[in-house]
């Protein structure tokens, strides 16, 4: 152990070669703890909607309105107050209107009180960080000068003089437009210092890939993956039980140019087949969520390729059934319970006629079995999804910054649930040869999640149940990200008795609000339960009902506030952000985005409104969090290494 410590040693004096530049860095480190705690944002289940998301970012759930009245207060009208909003939010798109707008000598005045007004904006951001922190925020093009202006530059006398000579300069040069944009970007990733989203990037919405391009540029950003996540990362492994689902979700709401255009996934073989086997079928069952400027010939070519891929899922998803028993999935094994002579199902005992009793690629004899055609197109469909450079590298960088759940800060985080007994125990669930529950359920889920995409050469069994992991983890009533007894996909399709169609929620559901349950779920996950909160999303929060996303007295929030379009008759409102700083907890509730337009033209804005506040006792600083322990780690180190360089056991370098 000794000699471990003296190489770690060693290593650490090749960073701090000697007493001065140790010294300095412990000094560093000391004054970065006293610092206030960085700010974090909560969200959940953005499901695709790229335009509310983005837009939210851009206003920090409301946080840069807030620090413009904080600058501004009653020197600016409400109208100016908006148009800064409306340029630190778009700020290339303002420029334009603005160009087309004003004269050329009242378009240089513009620039020049912009200019002033964003530096305002941007010191009020940027106060309670570190020079180093925010040089890093800093684009390379304008790092210098903007840490000029944003210092406080005792030194010089004529403040005013200085920075008006600045600007007079950058609107001389004609970079005016760029430096607004550059500062507006630098005011955006500021306010939004750390990001964690908690599950269910994909499916439904528009815009999942755009979302996905706009998170790999962002400075600090972690997902708690959902089962919609999941799902396009087993399909991204070239699991075809998960490609099916994918691109049914896809047709399903009318987004199959995600597929297409987004990530230039080939559907053209899919179109194909369907017409072809689907020519005289209307497909009525399986309609799609249109809109009044789709063509009735798109719609129609969507039902029947809506029907193809359902119907290949329901095989696919009897193969993955068979092959692995201990999923105890049997009874979700259906196209073997139909009477496809009279058109009926029994389920549980009981008959239902079915709505669809059109099959021409099932074998009643072998109903899970592929038709060659199905076969040959999933072939296509596996390759195109396994050779697409653009849905991998989302992929990856999915795996690369997520997990099932995250410890951070007194916060645990994770999309779905904790599955529950009746009693509110942890239910023990088999998977492989053991069984598991609470937090190691979580982790062996996850363990053979990046099992399943990463390549095993030496372990190809591994590697295979992996993947189907992936499945069992999208659907199976065990799974904490799902969370529900059973899927009823194919009873939404087939059967009219809506009672058929429940999906019955985990018992999680209807006890988190007991305290004795959310301690214990805590307590499990290694979290303080009287300091500690569970935040998760997955199931939508019906406002409209009565229902509130705070549980168990502030201990619990599920802030699934409906960013889906989909869900917002549920929910009454769009979207929840959860914020977190050194004051303490707030969630807000945000309004229906209209438009991009709407926004840069009549300055309009998301309305955000808080729905609670939880102040801390005291203001959080970053010795309070989990980067304020490592910190002190450091330190500690590091005054190792002093006691080495002074006792003589390590030389000092120059």
């Avoid at 363990?447 to 992936?470: F, L, P, S, T």
Wanted: charged share 30%.
């Amino acid at each position: 152990m000794e000699n471990l410590n003296f190489k770690y040693l060693q290593s650490l004096a090749t960073q701090y070669p000697n007493i001065a530049r140790a010294s300095t860095e412990i000094i560093n480190l000391q004054a970065l703890l006293n610092l206030p705690k960085e700010t974090e944002h909560f969200v959940s289940d953005i499901h695709g909607e790229y335009e509310q998301f983005l837009h939210i970012l851009r206003n920090g759930s409301g946080a840069i309105r807030n620090k413009i009245e904080d600058v501004f207060g009653n020197t600016l009208c409400a109208r100016d107050k908006k148009s800064l909003a409306t340029l630190i939010y778009y700020p290339e798109e303002k420029i334009e209107r603005m160009k087309q707008e004003l004269s050329e000598e009242d378009l240089l005045d513009w620039y020049k009180v912009s200019l002033h007004r964003l530096i305002a904006v941007c010191k009020e951001c940027s106060a309670k960080y570190t020079r180093s922190k925010l040089r890093k925020s800093l684009p390379e093009d304008f790092a210098y000068i903007l840490e000029e202006l944003l210092s406080e530059n005792n030194r010089v006398v004529q403040k005013e003089e200085y920075y008006n000579e600045i600007f007079d300069t950058i609107i001389r040069i004609n970079r005016a437009r760029e430096f607004i944009v550059a500062i507006s970007q630098v005011i955006q990733t500021l306010t939004v210092t750390r990001l964690h989203v908690i599950g269910d990037v994909f499916d439904r919405g528009p815009g999942p890939h755009i979302i996905m391009d706009h998170l790999m540029k962002h400075c600090t950003v972690d997902f708690q993956w959902g089962n919609h996540d999941v799902v396009w990362m087993g399909a991204a492994s070239g699991h075809e039980a998960c490609i099916a689902n994918v691109i049914r979700l896809s047709a399903r709401y009318n987004n199959l140019d995600v597929l297409e255009d987004g990530y230039g996934i080939n559907l053209v073989p899919l179109a194909s087949f369907a017409m072809e086997t689907y020519a005289n079928d209307p497909c009525e069952c399986f309609s799609v969520h249109a809109e009044d400027h789709h063509h009735p010939r798109e719609i129609e070519l969507n039902m029947k390729m809506h029907k193809a891929i359902a119907i290949i899922q329901f095989k696919l998803e009897g193969q993955v059934i068979k092959r692995r028993p201990e999923f105890n999935m049997e009874k979700r094994m259906l196209l073997d319970k139909i009477d496809y002579e009279n058109g009926t199902i029994c389920i549980d005992g009981k008959t239902y006629e079915l709505l669809d009793k059109s099959f021409p690629t099932i074998d009643p004899k072998d109903p899970f079995k592929l038709s060659p055609g199905e076969e040959s197109l999933m072939n296509r469909l596996r390759m195109n999804f396994r050779n697409c450079d653009k849905l991998q590298e989302h992929i990856r960088f999915m795996f690369n910054k997520g997990s099932l759940y995250l410890r951070c800060n007194s916060n645990l985080l994770y999309h779905g649930c904790v599955p529950l007994d009746e009693n509110g125990n942890f239910r023990k669930v088999k998977i492989g040869k053991k069984e598991y529950a609470g937090k190691e359920l979580y982790d062996v889920l996850e363990y053979y999640a990046r099992k399943g995409y990463y390549e095993q050469q030496d372990n190809r069994e591994e590697h295979e149940y992996g993947k189907d992991i992936m499945w069992y983890i999208w659907s199976n009533e065990n799974s904490p990200v799902y969370g529900k007894e059973k899927m009823a996909t194919f009873e939404r399709y087939f059967i009219a008795d809506k009672e058929v169609q429940e999906e019955k929620k985990d018992y999680y559901y209807q006890l988190i609000d007991r305290e004795d349950v959310a301690n214990r779920i805590l307590e499990e996950f290694g979290m303080d339960p009287e300091k500690s909160h569970i935040i998760n999303g997955h199931m939508p929060v019906k406002t409209v009902k009565g229902e509130s996303p705070v549980k168990c007295g502030g201990k619990v929030m599920i802030i699934d506030g409906g960013f889906s379009k989909a869900y917002r008759g549920q929910t009454g409102i769009a979207g929840y952000t959860l914020i977190y700083n050194s004051r303490g907890l707030r969630l807000v509730s945000h309004e229906t985005f209209t438009s991009t337009e709407d926004m840069i033209e009549k300055e309009k804005d998301v309305f955000s409104d808080t729905v609670i506040m939880e102040f801390s006792k005291h203001r959080e600083r970053v010795a309070d969090t989990e980067n304020g322990k490592q910190i002190r780690e450091k330190i500690k180190d590091l005054e190792e290494l002093l006691h080495a360089y002074r006792s003589g056991r390590i030389l000092e370098q120059e």
